[in-house]
Protein backbone atom coordinates (compact mmCIF):
# COMPACT_ATOMS: atom_id res chain seq x y z
CA UNK A 1 0.00 0.00 0.00
CA UNK A 2 0.98 3.85 -0.02
CA UNK A 3 1.54 4.28 -3.24
CA UNK A 4 3.18 7.37 -4.86
CA UNK A 5 2.99 7.74 -8.76
CA UNK A 6 5.11 10.93 -10.55
CA UNK A 7 4.88 11.29 -14.15
CA UNK A 8 7.12 11.95 -15.83
CA UNK A 9 9.69 10.60 -15.06
CA UNK A 10 12.27 12.54 -17.34
CA UNK A 11 11.91 15.37 -19.43
CA UNK A 12 14.20 17.44 -21.50
CA UNK A 13 12.52 20.72 -22.29
CA UNK A 14 13.91 24.14 -24.36
CA UNK A 15 14.84 26.93 -22.37
CA UNK A 16 12.06 30.03 -21.28
CA UNK A 17 9.20 27.47 -21.63
CA UNK A 18 7.09 25.38 -19.11
CA UNK A 19 6.75 21.98 -17.47
CA UNK A 20 4.06 20.67 -15.46
CA UNK A 21 4.98 17.21 -13.10
CA UNK A 22 2.13 15.25 -11.63
CA UNK A 23 2.50 13.45 -8.38
CA UNK A 24 -0.76 11.01 -7.84
CA UNK A 25 -0.92 9.54 -4.49
CA UNK A 26 -2.83 6.01 -5.59
CA UNK A 27 -4.39 4.07 -2.88
CA UNK A 28 -4.72 6.90 -0.03
CA UNK A 29 -5.72 10.43 0.40
CA UNK A 30 -2.81 12.80 1.00
CA UNK A 31 -4.06 16.10 2.06
CA UNK A 32 -0.50 17.21 2.27
CA UNK A 33 2.28 16.15 -0.41
CA UNK A 34 5.56 17.82 -0.14
CA UNK A 35 8.02 18.73 -3.43
CA UNK A 36 11.83 18.24 -2.78
CA UNK A 37 14.43 19.29 -4.82
CA UNK A 38 17.77 17.14 -5.51
CA UNK A 39 21.06 18.29 -6.95
CA UNK A 40 23.68 15.55 -8.43
CA UNK A 41 25.13 14.01 -4.90
CA UNK A 42 23.53 15.95 -2.66
CA UNK A 43 20.67 16.06 -0.44
CA UNK A 44 17.00 16.03 -0.62
CA UNK A 45 16.10 20.13 0.07
CA UNK A 46 12.33 20.92 0.93
CA UNK A 47 10.95 23.24 -1.68
CA UNK A 48 7.37 23.19 -0.25
CA UNK A 49 4.01 21.76 1.23
CA UNK A 50 1.55 21.48 -0.47
CA UNK A 51 -2.14 21.64 1.00
CA UNK A 52 -5.41 19.88 -0.71
CA UNK A 53 -7.44 23.12 -1.12
CA UNK A 54 -5.25 25.64 -0.06
CA UNK A 55 -1.86 27.51 -0.99
CA UNK A 56 1.42 26.12 -0.96
CA UNK A 57 3.65 27.10 1.65
CA UNK A 58 6.93 27.42 0.41
CA UNK A 59 10.42 27.51 1.65
CA UNK A 60 12.67 30.58 2.08
CA UNK A 61 14.57 30.79 -1.45
CA UNK A 62 12.01 29.27 -3.16
CA UNK A 63 10.32 31.47 -5.72
CA UNK A 64 6.77 30.72 -5.98
CA UNK A 65 6.23 32.41 -9.37
CA UNK A 66 8.71 30.37 -10.77
CA UNK A 67 7.82 26.64 -9.25
CA UNK A 68 3.55 26.76 -9.15
CA UNK A 69 2.29 24.18 -6.94
CA UNK A 70 -1.66 23.33 -6.69
CA UNK A 71 -2.90 20.50 -5.18
CA UNK A 72 -6.44 20.43 -6.73
CA UNK A 73 -7.86 17.15 -5.05
CA UNK A 74 -6.57 14.50 -2.41
CA UNK A 75 -4.61 12.55 -4.73
CA UNK A 76 -3.07 14.98 -6.85
CA UNK A 77 -0.76 17.69 -6.54
CA UNK A 78 1.51 19.30 -9.25
CA UNK A 79 4.35 21.46 -9.67
CA UNK A 80 4.64 23.57 -12.83
CA UNK A 81 8.15 24.83 -13.41
CA UNK A 82 7.40 28.14 -15.55
CA UNK A 83 9.85 29.87 -17.95
CA UNK A 84 12.63 26.96 -16.98
CA UNK A 85 16.39 28.02 -17.42
CA UNK A 86 19.33 25.46 -17.42
CA UNK A 87 19.55 26.23 -13.88
CA UNK A 88 16.72 24.60 -12.56
CA UNK A 89 17.74 21.47 -14.47
CA UNK A 90 17.52 19.04 -11.24
CA UNK A 91 16.11 16.25 -9.52
CA UNK A 92 12.51 16.79 -8.52
CA UNK A 93 10.81 14.51 -6.21
CA UNK A 94 7.55 14.23 -4.18
CA UNK A 95 6.24 12.85 -1.56
CA UNK A 96 2.90 12.14 1.04
CA UNK A 97 2.15 10.61 4.00
CA UNK A 98 -1.49 8.15 4.85
CA UNK A 99 -1.82 9.52 8.44
CA UNK A 100 -0.32 12.11 10.29
CA UNK A 101 2.91 10.62 11.84
CA UNK A 102 3.67 8.02 9.15
CA UNK A 103 6.91 7.99 6.95
CA UNK A 104 7.15 9.28 3.72
CA UNK A 105 6.57 7.78 0.85
CA UNK A 106 8.17 9.13 -2.71
CA UNK A 107 7.07 9.38 -6.07
CA UNK A 108 10.31 8.07 -8.47
CA UNK A 109 11.26 11.35 -9.44
CA UNK A 110 11.91 13.61 -12.25
CA UNK A 111 14.58 14.58 -13.46
CA UNK A 112 14.31 17.60 -15.61
CA UNK A 113 16.81 18.69 -18.10
CA UNK A 114 16.55 22.12 -19.52
CA UNK A 115 18.75 22.72 -22.39
CA UNK B 1 23.20 24.66 12.45
CA UNK B 2 22.09 21.36 10.69
CA UNK B 3 19.44 19.77 12.13
CA UNK B 4 20.02 16.13 10.84
CA UNK B 5 24.25 15.72 10.60
CA UNK B 6 25.35 12.81 8.56
CA UNK B 7 29.40 12.62 9.18
CA UNK B 8 30.13 9.60 6.58
CA UNK B 9 29.68 10.86 3.26
CA UNK B 10 30.96 7.18 2.26
CA UNK B 11 31.39 3.79 3.85
CA UNK B 12 32.68 0.46 2.46
CA UNK B 13 31.39 -3.03 4.00
CA UNK B 14 32.63 -6.64 2.77
CA UNK B 15 29.68 -8.63 2.13
CA UNK B 16 27.93 -10.78 4.77
CA UNK B 17 29.55 -8.38 7.19
CA UNK B 18 27.09 -5.36 9.46
CA UNK B 19 27.85 -1.86 9.18
CA UNK B 20 26.50 1.18 10.96
CA UNK B 21 25.77 4.77 9.50
CA UNK B 22 25.63 7.67 11.87
CA UNK B 23 23.10 10.12 12.12
CA UNK B 24 22.83 12.91 15.01
CA UNK B 25 19.74 15.41 14.94
CA UNK B 26 19.13 18.41 16.55
CA UNK B 27 15.67 19.38 17.97
CA UNK B 28 14.21 21.21 20.65
CA UNK B 29 10.66 19.43 20.46
CA UNK B 30 9.85 16.79 22.68
CA UNK B 31 7.40 14.93 20.03
CA UNK B 32 9.60 13.81 16.81
CA UNK B 33 10.12 11.03 14.54
CA UNK B 34 13.39 9.46 12.81
CA UNK B 35 13.35 7.70 9.46
CA UNK B 36 15.97 6.25 7.55
CA UNK B 37 15.17 6.05 3.70
CA UNK B 38 17.65 4.13 0.52
CA UNK B 39 17.97 5.40 -2.34
CA UNK B 40 19.47 3.59 -5.11
CA UNK B 41 21.33 5.36 -7.94
CA UNK B 42 17.50 4.86 -9.98
CA UNK B 43 16.45 7.67 -7.70
CA UNK B 44 13.63 6.16 -5.74
CA UNK B 45 13.56 6.96 -1.95
CA UNK B 46 12.55 3.86 0.14
CA UNK B 47 11.64 3.81 3.42
CA UNK B 48 13.82 1.64 5.56
CA UNK B 49 12.86 2.14 9.17
CA UNK B 50 11.49 4.63 11.68
CA UNK B 51 11.74 5.46 15.18
CA UNK B 52 9.09 7.69 17.41
CA UNK B 53 10.84 10.00 20.56
CA UNK B 54 8.28 8.14 22.88
CA UNK B 55 9.37 4.46 21.50
CA UNK B 56 11.16 2.82 24.28
CA UNK B 57 12.36 0.02 22.06
CA UNK B 58 14.75 0.48 19.12
CA UNK B 59 13.26 -0.09 15.67
CA UNK B 60 14.08 -3.44 13.81
CA UNK B 61 12.78 -4.02 10.74
CA UNK B 62 14.52 -7.51 8.89
CA UNK B 63 18.03 -6.78 8.52
CA UNK B 64 18.06 -3.29 9.57
CA UNK B 65 17.74 -1.92 12.96
CA UNK B 66 18.00 1.89 14.25
CA UNK B 67 20.25 2.24 17.32
CA UNK B 68 18.24 5.54 19.27
CA UNK B 69 20.23 7.05 21.37
CA UNK B 70 17.86 9.76 23.13
CA UNK B 71 20.04 11.53 25.66
CA UNK B 72 22.66 11.87 22.52
CA UNK B 73 20.60 12.54 20.13
CA UNK B 74 21.92 10.10 17.43
CA UNK B 75 20.24 7.88 15.82
CA UNK B 76 22.39 5.38 13.79
CA UNK B 77 20.98 2.81 11.51
CA UNK B 78 22.94 -0.86 11.73
CA UNK B 79 22.80 -3.09 8.62
CA UNK B 80 23.24 -6.71 9.43
CA UNK B 81 24.34 -9.48 7.24
CA UNK B 82 25.26 -6.85 3.84
CA UNK B 83 23.99 -7.58 0.42
CA UNK B 84 25.35 -6.43 -2.65
CA UNK B 85 22.31 -4.96 -3.07
CA UNK B 86 22.36 -2.55 -0.16
CA UNK B 87 25.18 -0.76 -1.58
CA UNK B 88 23.09 2.70 -2.37
CA UNK B 89 22.60 6.67 -0.62
CA UNK B 90 21.13 6.31 2.73
CA UNK B 91 19.71 9.28 4.19
CA UNK B 92 18.82 9.54 7.62
CA UNK B 93 15.70 12.37 8.06
CA UNK B 94 13.63 13.94 11.19
CA UNK B 95 10.03 15.06 10.95
CA UNK B 96 9.61 17.50 13.95
CA UNK B 97 7.79 21.22 13.27
CA UNK B 98 8.68 24.48 12.42
CA UNK B 99 7.79 27.73 14.16
CA UNK B 100 4.94 27.81 12.67
CA UNK B 101 3.68 24.25 14.33
CA UNK B 102 3.81 22.80 10.95
CA UNK B 103 5.08 19.15 10.42
CA UNK B 104 8.21 19.52 8.64
CA UNK B 105 10.91 16.57 7.06
CA UNK B 106 14.28 17.27 7.19
CA UNK B 107 16.83 15.09 5.06
CA UNK B 108 20.96 14.65 6.05
CA UNK B 109 23.73 15.23 3.69
CA UNK B 110 23.69 11.05 3.37
CA UNK B 111 25.97 8.24 3.33
CA UNK B 112 26.95 6.53 0.12
CA UNK B 113 27.29 2.64 0.92
CA UNK B 114 28.97 0.63 -1.38
CA UNK B 115 29.29 -3.38 -0.39
CA UNK B 116 32.26 -5.23 -1.71
CA UNK B 117 32.02 -9.29 -2.64
Known amino acids: GAVVSQHPSWVICKSGTSVKIECRSL??????MFWYRQFPKQSLMLMAT?????????EQGVEKDKFLINHASLTLSTLTVTSAHPEDSSFYIC???????????FGNGTRLTVT | AQKITQTQPGMFVQEKEAVTLDCTYD???????LFWYKQPSSGEMIFLIY??????QNATEGRYSLNFQKARKSANLVISASQLGDSAMYFC??????????????FGTGTKLQVIP
Open chain 1, 95 to 105: SARDYRNSPLH
Open chain 1, 27 to 32: DFQATT
Open chain 1, 50 to 58: SNEGSKATY
Open chain 2, 27 to 33: TSDQSYG
Open chain 2, 51 to 56: QGSYDE
Open chain 2, 93 to 106: AMRDYDSGGYQKVT
